[in-house]
C-alpha cells in the first residue's frame, strides 16, 4: 500500500549563500489524491457514455432518416397503386361502356325487327318461331343488364334517385310484366299491400322494383304448382319515414339449407349442376342484396326443401308531404258500406280481395264455389241486406264464371247484383259472352289495387238494368277505365312532323326507320355525324335521333356543330339514342348539348312516348318558320299554342253589362305567369327544388285552364324532373320562350274594356 504526500521546503543560507539547511513541511494528501483519481475516472466514464450516447444519437437518426426514406418510398408505391386503381376502375368502367354498346348494337336490332315482325302476317309457325326469338332476346337483355348493375355495384357507381311514387303501382307493376310467365304454368300470382302501409312515398320506384321483380321472377321460375303472392307490411314509422317489410311467397320447390348459406352469393345459385333445369346468371340475388343494403334495409329468406319460399326484404323510405299526395281517384261515388261477395276457389286471392274492399269500406263475404255463392246472394236477399256487387273467379270447379253469372240474372231475387269478371291473364277473347251474361265489368288478374277501386266505383255509378240478363250498356274494362284519349288534332302532330336518324348501324337504321313509320312518322336516316348535321343544315327537322358512337363525327361533335349552325334564332330537338348504359351517359348527353336521352335496346312504346314529350315544341317552331303561307300558318300555329276554343266557350255563358270574362282571364293568367316563372328562375338558382315543384305544379294548371296545352306539358314535365338540374334549367328556358308564344295569340282575344 502507498500513500501520497505533498513535501514543501525552503534551503538555509549562511552569510557566504550557501545552503546550510532545509527547513519544509510533508502534507498528507492521501485523501484528495484519491478523490482526484475518481474524479478522474468519472470523467472518463461520462466521456465514454457521451460518447456512446452520440454514437446512439447518430445510429438512431440514420435509421430516422432510412424509415423516413421507406416511408416515402412505400407512399410512392401506395400512390402508384392507387392510380393504377383508378386507372383500372376507369378502364373497366370504360370497357363495360364500351361491351354495352357494343352488345346492345346488334341487340336492337334483334327486338327491334322482331318486334316489327309482329305487326305482318305471320303463319302459326312462323308466330312461333318469333316469339322465341324475342323471348331469347329479353332473357339475354336481363343477363346484360345484371352484369352492368353488379359492375356498377361494384365500382361504387351505381345512385340512387329520390322522386316521388304510388308504392302500390311500384308493386303491381312487375306481376303484369310476369304475368303471362305465370299464366302459362297455372300458377295464382297477386299482390296484398296492407291498408296501414303510406302508399305516397319518395325513394327510388326503379330500384324497388327491380327487386320485386327479380324475387318475383325466381318464384315464378322455381314455382311449378300453386300460387305467388307479394305482400307489404309496415314495420316502423315517424312522421318522415316509413320502414316497410316486402314478402314474396311460393309454393315452389324450396331450398335446401346448404344452398341457403350462399345464396345470395354472386354467381351462387341454388341449382348449380351442369345440368341446371333452371337458368339465369346467379347474380339477380347479389344485386338485390345491394339494392336493399343501398335503401337502409336487410333481406333474407325462409324456406324448406319441396315447402315452398318466402323471401322478404326491408326498406327505408320517405313520405311524401300531405300536399303531395294525390287523390286515387276524381269520383264522388262511395263504396262506403257497399255490401260485396268475393267468389274464387283460391284462399289467397280471396283473403287479398276482402282486405282491399273493406280497407275501401266496404262489406265483404268470400265464397269458395259457385253454388255456395248462390246461397249467399238469395240469403241476403231474403233477409232484406242483398249484395251490391259480386266478384267472380272465371275458373272455378263445379261451375265456372260464366255459368254462374247466368245463374245469378236468370234469378229474379238477385238478378239485380252487379257482377265483375276476373279472369286469369290470357284468358281473352270472352268479351262478347260477358255482356251476353250480363257482366258489368272484365278485368284480367293481376288486378292493380286502384284499377279494381276504379272499376268498383265506375261498376257502382250506373244504374241496375231492371232486365235480369240483358247485356250492360257497356263493359268496363282496363282500357275503358284509362284516361280519355288525345283529341284528334294532337294524334295527327306525328304526321306533320319529320325525324332525322343518325345512326351508323343499317339494321339499326331499319329498325328506327320502321319504327317511326308505325307511330305516322315521316324520317330520313344518315350512317353518321358530318351528314346529319348537313342535312339539318338544308332542311328543317322537327326531332333528331342521335347515335352518339358513329364513324367520321360522333353524336356529340355533331350535335356541338348543329347547335353551332343554328345560333339563337333556332333549336332542333335532339334526344340521344345510345346503347351506353353507364350512371353518367345521361348528363354527358344533356352536357353537349341534347335534349334528352333514350337508351337501346329502344321499344317502340318508349320511343313513342318520347317523341310525344318532344314533339309539341318542335313543330311550333317549324310553323313560325315557314312564313310564305301565312293564314294557313297562322292558324296552325295558334292552334297548337293555345287551343283557343277553351277561351271561346267562356264567352258563351257571359253575362251582358257583365265586364269581359275571356278578358279578365287572359290577363289573370298573364299576371299570374309572370310571376310563376320569375319564382321559377329565382328558385332555380337557389336550387330549391320544392320551390320549383311548386311553382310549376300552379303554372301547369294556370295554363290549362286557358288552354295553353303544351305550356301546361311543359310545366308538367319540369314538375317532373325536380332532380335534374340541367334538365331544369332547359325546361325553364322553353317555358319563358312558349309563354311568349302564348301571350302573341292571347293578346288579340282580349276586348279592351
Not at 81 to 110: C, Q, W, Y
Not at 318 to 336: G, I, R, Y
Not at 401 to 427: E, M, T
Not at 528 to 536: H, L, W
Request: net charge negative.
Amino acid at each position: 500500500a502507498y500513500r501520497w504526500h505533498l513535501g514543501r521546503a525552503l534551503p538555509m543560507r549562511n552569510q557566504a549563500g550557501e545552503i546550510v539547511m532545509w527547513v519544509g513541511t510533508c502534507t498528507d494528501i492521501d485523501d484528495h489524491k484519491r478523490t482526484e483519481e475518481e474524479l478522474q475516472k468519472a470523467r472518463e466514464e461520462l466521456e465514454q457514455r457521451v460518447a456512446q450516447r452520440t454514437f446512439e444519437l447518430s445510429s438512431a437518426n440514420n435509421l430516422l432518416k432510412d424509415e423516413i426514406s421507406e416511408r416515402k418510398r412505400i407512399e410512392a408505391e401506395l400512390e402508384q397503386t392507387r392510380d393504377a386503381a383508378l386507372e383500372s376502375t376507369r378502364l373497366k368502367s370504360e370497357f363495360l361502356a364500351n361491351m354495352s354498346h357494343e352488345i346492345r348494337t346488334p341487340m336492337n336490332g334483334v327486338i327491334g325487327m322482331t318486334g316489327l315482325l309482329f305487326d305482318t302476317d305471320l303463319s302459326p309457325l312462323q308466330l312461333e318461331y318469333t316469339e322465341a326469338i324475342q323471348s331469347s332476346a329479353d332473357a339475354l337483355l336481363t343477363v346484360i343488364d345484371d352484369i352492368l348493375d353488379f359492375s356498377k355495384i361494384e365500382a361504387g357507381q351505381l345512385r340512387f334517385e329520390k322522386i316521388d311514387f304510388d308504392l302500390r303501382d311500384t308493386v303491381e307493376s312487375p306481376l303484369e310484366l310476369l304475368a303471362e310467365r305465370a299464366q302459362a304454368k297455372n300458377i295464382e300470382i297477386a299482390s296484398l299491400v296492407r291498408k296501414d302501409v303510406p302508399t305516397s312515398l319518395r325513394g327510388d320506384p326503379g330500384r324497388l322494383r327491380q327487386v320485386v321483380t327479380n324475387l318475383l321472377g325466381n318464384a315464378v321460375k322455381f314455382t311449378e304448382q300453386g300460387e305467388i303472392v307479394v305482400e307489404v307490411k309496415k314495420e316502423h314509422e315517424t312522421a318522415d319515414h316509413v320502414v316497410l317489410r316486402f314478402e314474396v311467397s311460393d309454393t315452389g320447390i324450396g331450398i335446401s339449407e346448404t344452398a341457403l348459406r350462399s345464396l345470395f352469393q354472386a354467381f351462387t345459385q341454388a341449382d348449380g349442376s351442369t345440368t341446371r333445369k333452371y337458368g339465369g346468371t346467379g347474380l339477380g340475388l347479389a344485386i338485390s342484396k345491394q339494392l336493399v343494403e343501398l335503401m337502409g334495409g336487410r333481406i333474407g329468406v325462409e324456406s324448406t326443401p319441396g315447402g315452398g319460399s318466402t323471401f322478404w326484404f326491408t326498406g327505408r323510405f320517405e313520405k311524401q308531404p300531405p300536399a303531395a299526395k294525390v287523390e286515387q281517384h276524381a269520383d264522388d261515388v262511395s263504396l262506403d258500406r257497399v255490401r260485396v261477395l268475393i267468389v274464387d276457389d283460391n284462399a289467397t286471392n280471396r283473403k287479398i280481395f276482402v282486405h282491399q274492399t273493406t280497407a275501401w269500406g266496404m262489406v265483404a263475404a268470400e265464397a269458395e264455389t259457385g253454388a255456395r255463392a248462390l246461397e249467399l246472394l238469395r240469403a241476403a236477399a231474403v233477409q232484406g241486406e242483398p249484395y251490391d256487387i259480386a266478384i267472380l273467379d272465371l275458373m272455378m270447379p263445379g261451375m265456372d264464371g260464366f255459368n254462374l253469372a247466368r245463374a245469378i240474372k236468370s234469378d229474379p231475387s238477385i238478378a239485380q247484383v252487379r257482377l265483375v269478371l276476373l279472369p286469369s291473364y290470357g284468358k281473352r277473347g270472352h268479351g262478347q259472352l260477358a255482356r251476353e251474361t250480363g257482366i258489368a265489368a272484365y278485368l284480367q288478374k293481376p288486378v292493380r289495387q286502384s284499377q279494381l277501386f276504379n272499376c268498383l266505383t265506375t261498376v257502382m255509378s250506373e244504374q241496375a238494368d231492371d232486365n235480369k240478363i240483358a247485356a250492360p250498356s257497356r263493359l268496363v274494362t282496363r282500357y275503358s277505365l284509362r284516361e280519355v284519349p288525345a283529341r284528334k288534332e294532337e294524334s295527327s302532330e306525328s304526321s306533320r312532323t319529320r325525324v332525322l336518324v343518325a345512326e351508323d348501324n343499317v339494321v339499326n337504321q331499319k329498325v328506327a326507320l320502321n319504327q317511326l313509320q308505325s307511330l305516322g312518322y315521316a324520317a330520313d336516316a344518315v350512317p353518321n355525324g358530318r351528314e346529319a348535321a348537313e342535312a339539318v343544315g338544308k332542311r328543317r327537322y322537327d326531332v333528331v335521333l342521335m347515335d352518339c358512337q358513329m364513324p367520321e363525327m360522333d353524336g356529340f361533335e355533331a350535335t356541338a356543330e348543329i347547335r353551332r349552325r343554328e345560333g339563337a334564332s333556332r333549336h332542333t330537338v335532339i334526344i340521344a339514342m345510345t346503347a351506353h348504359a353507364l350512371a353518367g351517359e345521361r348528363e354527358k348527353c344533356l352536357a353537349a348539348g341534347m335534349d334528352d336521352y333514350i337508351s337501346k335496346p329502344v321499344k317502340t312504346d318508349a320511343l313513342r312516348r318520347m317523341l310525344e314529350r318532344w314533339i309539341a315544341p318542335s313543330i311550333e317552331e317549324q310553323h313560325h318558320a315557314q312564313p310564305e303561307a301565312p293564314s294557313a300558318s297562322s292558324s296552325t300555329t295558334e292552334r297548337a299554342v293555345v287551343d283557343t276554343s277553351v277561351l271561346a266557350s267562356f264567352r258563351e255563358v257571359q253575362q251582358a253589362d257583365e265586364p269581359d270574362l275571356v278578358t279578365e282571364l287572359i290577363d289573370l293568367f298573364i299576371d299570374d305567369a309572370n310571376l310563376r316563372i320569375e319564382l321559377l328562375s329565382k328558385a332555380l338558382a337557389e336550387n330549391d327544388v320544392q320551390a320549383i315543384k311548386r311553382e310549376a305544379h300552379s303554372l301547369k294548371g294556370g295554363a290549362g285552364n286557358i288552354g295553353a296545352r303544351r305550356m301546361a306539358a311543359l310545366s308538367e314535365e319540369l314538375e317532373e324532373k325536380i332532380e335534374d338540374s340541367a334538365q331544369m334549367k332547359m325546361l325553364i328556358t322553353h317555358l319563358e320562350s312558349e309563354f311568349k308564344g302564348v301571350i302573341e295569340v292571347l293578346q288579340p282575344m282580349r276586348q279592351e274594356r
